[in-house]
């Protein structure tokens, strides 16, 4: 493919810089970044921005990973704020496809970050994407992405920064795409420091894409998925055989929560004996058999199958709670906490703020009367999970690696309200935890 303006190796000239309108005004009107660093701090930037604030003092973490000597190149999925469910799922897929490749080839020797771009108003339509950070500044790596946009059938299709700083140290951003096989340079912006907005980005997308208020927005996820994925047609019909409106029946219904290797399952076991309840376990065993193959899929796929899981659950529990006291194996607090905990980059301070309505239970699903949250020291649940030999999903694999994940899915769980989880220390022995747990549940039913 051929160039129709070709990639300048050389630094920015000052007479292109001159004005900054010759080069921005080809730009779209401002959008902000936000770049989730190795220490999990965000670091937001904007490109042509009208107040560019103290353009000759940008923000120093942004010099070291944008300017020179290193190249860097950014890559987001193009979805637009009023995006319907089709849109979202594609732009999903893409951007998954997208990291599988920048894992590979040329690419494995540059720094891969995570992008978000998004408009500085706070409303939903935060583009997903990439930041990559090339440290031998390789003319291969830059052919290999450019090949990469030119292979995207999608439409819209992203686009390619590269990053590159002026003489006086000023950082710019060249965007290129790619159309009729031909490389085109479509726009050139100052890179300026941006202030972080109250919320994170990707909050006002949360209930679109991961952390579903009801049961027919994650229907509508998963509808869209029956033309690639088969076993999404049978989830469906699943769903579909369950009543919409469900009532508990005259038995207690306990929900016990908790990550990996914090005796859950022990305890929902030995919970559910001692009461001679019904021990259900979400997702159900009817379609547990596919979950591996939706925990291979972006993140509003994945949270779509579980999030109707747990309407498939809610219907056994009101069929089994007219019978008997009903104990569940995580519910949707585990759906919602491990959604928001993988959506919002950075650390524990960039999560929503307690009582934000992405922690309400929502209204069309079956509560129980209560629910339990099991927790164990870091060292103590890392030694348990030594030798279990059990194989891990991608985000139980991600808390072992990833000890701000692990907090930000803990500190969800204790935001989630209406009902909240009553937190249970799950280090004593067993017969002291089950103790525990049999008062709680004896002091709840009481309460009834």
């Known amino acids: 493919m051929a160039f129709a303006r070709p990639l300048l190796r050389r630094p920015l000239s000052g007479q292109l810089l001159g004005r900054r309108g010759v080069c921005a005004g080809a730009m779209a009107p401002p959008r902000r970044f936000v770049l989730e660093l190795p220490d999990c701090t965000l670091a937001h930037f904007a490109l042509g921005a009208d107040d560019p604030g103290d353009a000759d003092a940008p923000d120093p973490r942004l010099a070291a990973l944008l300017g020179p000597p290193e190249r860097s190149y950014s890559l987001c999925v193009p979805v637009t704020p009023d995006a319907g469910c089709g849109a979202r799922v594609r732009a999903a897929r893409l951007h998954q496809r997208l990291l599988h490749q920048l894992r590979r080839g040329p690419f494995q020797r540059c720094q891969l970050l995570r992008l978000l771009c998004y408009c500085p108003v706070g409303q939903a339509g935060a583009q997903q994407g990439f930041l990559l950070r090339d440290p031998l500044d390789g003319p291969d790596t830059r052919q290999a992405l450019l ?78 998925c029956t033309s690639f994925i088969p076993e999404a047609r049978a989830v469906l019909d699943l769903v579909d055989q369950c009543p919409k409106q469900v009532q508990k029946g005259k038995f207690q219904v306990v929900a016990i929560e908790g990550l990996d290797a914090t005796g859950k399952t022990t305890v929902t076991q030995s919970v559910a004996d001692s009461l001679k309840a019904v021990l259900l376990k979400s997702p159900p065993s009817c379609i547990g058999q596919w979950r591996k193959i939706f925990d291979d899929e972006p993140t509003i796929i994945r949270r779509a199958f579980y999030s109707l899981g747990n309407y498939i659950v809610a219907s056994e529990i009101a069929k ?3 019978k008997s006291p009903v104990i569940v194996d995580r519910y949707w607090h585990s759906t919602a906490t491990y959604a928001i905990a993988t959506e919002v980059s950075g650390g524990l301070q960039h999560l929503p703020p307690a009582h934000h309505p992405v922690y309400q239970w929502p209204e ?40 701000v994940f692990r907090q930000k899915v803990e500190m969800s769980y204790q935001r989630m309200e209406n009902p909240g989880c009553h937190v249970v220390d799950a280090s004593p022995c067993r017969e002291k935890v089950l103790q525990t747990v049999l008062s709680l549940i004896q002091n709840s039913f009481n309460e009834l």
């Open 147 to 224: 090949e990469l946009l030119g292979a995207c059938q999608e439409a819209p299709r992203p686009h390619l920064g590269e990053f590159e700083a002026d003489p006086r140290g000023q950082l710019w951003q060249r965007l290129w795409e790619v159309q009729d096989g031909r490389r085109l340079q479509v726009g050139c912006a100052q890179v300026v420091p941006a202030p972080e907005p109250p919320l994170h980005p990707v909050v006002p997308d949360l209930p679109s894409s991961v952390v579903f208020p009801d049961r027919e927005a994650a229907r509508a996820v998963l509808e869209e």
């Open 320 to 322: 089994e709670s007219a």
């Open 364 to 403: 069309d699903l079956l509560k129980p009367d209560l629910i339990l949250l099991l927790t164990v020291s870091p060292e103590e649940r890392l030694q348990r999970l030594q030798g279990r030999g059990m194989e891990k999903t991608r985000e139980e694999a991600e808390l072992e690696a990833n000890s």
